[in-house]
């Protein structure tokens, strides 16, 4: 099978970099022109520079498929979005996420307890009584420094 | 000067008062033992540090906030030589030119003598920053008094800039970054007006993009999310780590002799390179160590590399120098000399103290404290670091998976005291990953958090520019002598990484 060369992440990236300034230039359309000028400056000059990090991205492609094309290897840490390498970010991202949702749909404390335990299984720690006793204590500071010290109320959700 | 000097002067009854307050006492306690916790960590930084406790500063006073803010970043940076000692590891990257001798001195039987050596060196490096700053920093903040809405402008392009230049490996990289934080920071209202621009239709942007809650983001979630991956990946790095227990004898008499020179010459190499914007502690330790390798005698040049005393204290006095080095630019012209200073510069805005010769004169009462309170923080950092060396076992057992757990849930609930928004919740993790994206794909995400601050100074000093000029802004800015430097500056930043790749290709 052919093995084919990865999009460059530069290209991505810049792609993210050119789509935000064009968000930035839509939205300006129907707002004052004094409070878009500065925003516009910067978002055209973004775009701009991110042009040329594109172009250097491809120019890496080429070079990349010149050296599969040799029989090289091309192996190289230039691509963190392989599926092997963005796995575990995306598994975090996720679990980071669900805590956050977790917290404003179902509650703080709920949400903390379950998170810490997942997270820190997640992460190969299986000493269950430590897990618990970590768990607890941090939700007992939270509760007392926070809830009762800094008087901070938690986003009122499903339980409690 | 005798004005500043009074002030100055002034403010000492004001600091002592402040000094055995329980919040100021807190504020040293948790500054100096948490800078020390995560600069002893392999994984955590001082900046990760800052913007974790960014939060729980709100509650508290100008002077103990920036103080302990400040006490994290020098003992942070300290902090990392005791892993580089002990461990093999440096717990920063400004610790790595430690590592070498170090780790060799305690391998030979005398870990405490090393320590020392690294504590002292870092101590002293640290009050000779503090004091530095305490004296250059008024009579430069002088230099502001020049400046006008152009020359705030201008200096807004400048911090990213430099930055850019020198904190990422791609100008053009770090420029993208820097540029995309200052489309940020026009999200909301625009300044002084009622205009609300850039919501995209979402209601809770209306008040803007929180700088804090970004920071947290960008540095303690994308972080966990990298020490994620890593721990996932190595199996290995839940095994008990191998540290050397501390013995032997500590600092002789002849043994100060020895590397009290170059303390005090690394600490002016240090300072000087905390001035120069972006170099950072890192650099600084290196140049450090070489010096320290120049100046060593003799009849100890053999033990270079193999642990010897002056290859602990040069880079060790030098990189805590660069802490007060990089403040001095931060308070004065709003340039700040590292990513940490980056950081500190938010802190500064958010606690309502804005960087100029006013910062000397009006805010006076706080900002001379504050400054006090950095030079106290790095005398005592020399006894609590000596202390937590010996307890440095248990916190380099601590289980990285209970580490970076309870730093996420530190994270939402320093998020969400901040203004208490859903929103933010999501922002923040938001945030986390798109830093996590930035630092893989070498973008500075140093550079995306000074867009963000000087955002609005810049946007606000082009604003007054296009309304003084009237009609002729170049005629306008090319009018102001210190505009035509600074754009000489700034064009001297931009060249400063091509003159680079060209001297590499040749």
Redesign the interface.
Known sequence: MKKRVSLH??I??SIF?IA??L??FL??RD??A??????C???G??AF??V??MI?GFRKMREQRKKLAAGENTETGDY?FSWE?IK??I???AV??A???G??YIGFFVS?FV??MV??W????RVWW?MLL?TVA?EAF?YIV?VTQ?N????RALLF | MSEILNLMWQSIPAFIDELFTLEMLFALVVGIGGGLMIGALPGLNPAAGITLLLPLTY?MGSVPSLTMLMAIYAAGIMGGSYSAILLRTPGTSSAAATVTDGHALALRGEPLKALETSTFASGIGGIFSAVALLFIAPFLARVSLAFDSPEYFLLGLFGITIIASLASE?L??G??AG??G??LS?VGQ?PL?S?Y??T?GIKALKTGLNSTVILLGLFS?SQ???Q??A???D?ST?KKVDILKISGKGLSLSDWKRILPIIVVCSFIGLYIGILPGAGAAIGAFVGYDQAKRMTKKEYKHELGQGALEGIAGPEAANNAVTGGALIPMMTLAIPGSPVAAILLGALQIHGLTPGFALFTENASETYPIIFGFLIANAIMIPLGLLFARGMKKVVDL????L???I??LV??GT??IS?S?SD??I??LF??FG???R??K?TDSGLCLGLIL?TM??KG??RS?QLCRGDIVGYFVGRPACVALVALLAVVLMIPLVRKAKAKK
Not at chain 1, 152 to 155: A, K, S, T
Not at chain 2, 399 to 402: D, G, K, R, S
């Open positions: 992440p530069d991505i990236m970099f935000a300034a968000l930035f939205e300006s707002l004052p004094e409070t878009t000028r500065f925003p400056i910067c978002a000059l973004m520079l991110s040329f990090i250097g963190p390498r575990f970010p598994l975090a991202f980071i996420l805590y956050a949702l917290i404003i903390t998170f810490m997270f820190m997640l992460l190969r720690y430590k970590v941090m939270v926070f800094l901070l109320i938690f986003p | 509650t791609s053009l990289k420029m993208v540029l995309f200052m489309c026009a625009f007006e205009t621009r850039y995209f979630i966990v999310i990298i994620f991956s721990l996932k990946r199996h839940h289980p990285p998976a209970v970076y757990t309870v996420i849930v939402f609930v969400y005291s208490h859903k919740l999501i923040v993790v986390g990953l996590y994206l930035t893989t794909c973008y955002g810049t946007e082009l604003r296009f």
